[in-house]
């Protein structure tokens, strides 16, 4: 990667629902160790646009670029548009989602080993067999997965089931699982949602120090002074189109977002 | 007493075949939320196949491990026909395991040809308390056993099992950590077939195998594996063995006819009971 190759790019992507589009002609660039906040009112698409990014969904028309790390660093944008969830996942790209969306009759260390699922390499046979690697890799990725519960406050939880953590826990809990995959790119769609002052206050803790570790991470929320404080830059989308991208600062003064996002949530 | 012993053990012997066959069942659907129809298929198939091998001068063991290979391929072929494309749901891919189920009739039919088949397994007996009993009981009871063990401490104990079940759990997030739900569910498609399979080559000395011995089988099978909501192993061991010594019991004390009728009754009976909890269990699992 060059300078000038951002981490992520995307360009002109629209995916529509029944006629109605979700997300319309957005594009925009990530660069690494960047914190890109999305905002915008609901329905602006937002969460649509993250899918598109984690491969959940894909653009009906648009492109999407990513600079995945190789073994000698860091390699060529490869366009990703048409690459599978799962591959995406491997090529270091994580998501959070609005919901909890845990493995059920699993404790919560299992939760978060399944999330090093992503970086692993060996097989079927080698674990139906019990092979040494295998045995090697499963306590590596158990020292990881505990290291990443330990990260967002959770070490206490690590041998109960995930079934039965509060909301908030459970959040917690999924970006633990994505940590585990030590991803280049984290996607965080609304984190901070149904949470509590100090658990919403741990949370920015955490995402800013994976900020100062390099992280690059994209994040949705609606809470403005929340975003403002964590964000390099920000992204506000209304009607599934973009309306607006500069720093918190640009976007706080910036009428069409006034008009838009913050007039409707003072209304509201 | 001595025939009480007789129908006792020849019923577990039995019940651990159904058992085995159960265990396939809830492989796949564990992984795939597939209820595979095709499952009696694959013991019928390799029950099958391993009499073939045999009467054509293979050894014992060598041809019964080749049957149950043959098993595990053709359920990967069940599971590319019935998984394979994406956005197949659970309901429509279960329609799929059935119909391959009754064409598979017309291919074993051409191969095998419609009167049953049986080949000797153990040879030998031992006589325990006046009751004469097969060695062949003997080694079904062992393998099942062996079996169970392995697949439970898989699920439970191995990471990798633990990706498997992820699949079930929530497909959604299992792509979003990495996993190839598509392929996962092929592993666990040639999985249950090898553990049909299994099934079927220590069943078939037991009692002879023609092509439509599949019904038999896959009614014993389902309703073993249901009474752990074709999620848990251990229920469908249970579940198993409770059906063939009861099958056993029926069938040597009053009529043989009536054997299927048990399976049936207790396949309803936990079915209604598992109904009244289908909406939070449906919930669970999403």
Known sequence: MTAADPLLRIEDVSRAFGGVYAVRDVSLS???GETRAVIGPNGAGKSTLFNMISGHLTADHGTVHYTPATDGGVGLPQRIDRFSAHRRARLGIAIVFQGARLFHRMTALENVMVGAHARTRHGFLSAALRLPGHHREEAAITADALAALERVGLKDWAHRSADVLPLGQQRALQVARALCARPRL????????????GEREALAQLIESLRQEGLTMMLIEHDVAFVTRLADRITVLDLGREIAEGTPREIRDNEAVLAAYLGQESAA | ????????????????GFALLGSGLVTIHRVTRVVNFAQGM??????????????????HGVAEVAAVLVAGATGLL??????????????????????????????EILIWGEDPHSFAGLGGAVEIGGAHLQKQYFLVIGAAALGF?????????????????????????????????????????????????VAGVLVTPLQSVSYHSDVLLITNGFAAAILGGLVRLGPALVGGLALGVAESMVAGYYEASYQSVVALALMLAVMVWRARRHTALYEEAT
């Open chain 2, 42 to 59: 694959f013991a019928v198939v390799a029950g099958l196949t391993a009499g073939s091998l045999l009467s054509a001068g293979l050894p």
């Open chain 2, 1 to 16: 007493m001595s025939d009480f012993l007789q129908y006792l053990i020849s019923g577990l012997a039995v019940g651990c």
């Open chain 1, 30 to 32: 990530v660069a690494e």
């Open chain 2, 78 to 107: 069940v599971g590319i026909v019935a998984i394979g494309r994406r956005g197949t749901g659970p309901q429509s891919a279960l329609i799929v395991t059935l119909g391959i189920g009754f064409l598979a009739y017309a291919g």
């Open chain 2, 149 to 197: 063990t392995a697949l439970g401490l898989f699920f439970t104990r191995s990471y990798l099992g633990k990706a498997l079940g992820a699949c079930a759990s929530n497909p959604y997030a299992a792509r979003a950590v990495g996993i190839d739900v598509t392929r996962m569910g092929l592993v666990a498609f040639t999985l249950g077939g090898m553990l049909g399979g």
């Open chain 1, 186 to 197: 984290l996607l965080l769609d609304e984190p901070a949602s149904g949470l509590r002052a």
